[in-house]
């Protein structure tokens, strides 16, 4: 589902939520059920997480100057945890 957004002549601006792709160039205003132009507006990008717009940023860098590996990166082992002390009472095989 896609939010596209139409302007009354007489009501103003509204949000319609369609199907991807099924959007009409006119819609029927809720308030006046008068025809509606569909405006083009830019999409939503300001609400990206700066997580997110950093991951995107990084992953572009890449594409154009990867970063060169020159030996297999060590593997972090989990630091060990030490069982609940009920397991010790269970008996033993």
Known sequence: ???YEYSCSRCGP???RLAIGTAPVS????????????????PGLRA?????ASL???????????AVVSEVPTRARAP??????????LPRP
């Open 27 to 42: 819609y029927g205003c809720p308030v006046c059920a008068g025809a509606a132009r569909r405006v083009f507006s830019a």
């Open 48 to 52: 990206t997480p700066e997580a997110v």
């Open 1 to 3: 589902m896609a939010t």
């Open 56 to 66: 995107h940023d990084r992953q572009e860098q890449s594409r154009e100057a990867p």
């Open 80 to 89: 060990r945890r030490s069982p609940h002390p009920s397991l010790s009472r």
């Open 14 to 16: 509204f949000e319609v």
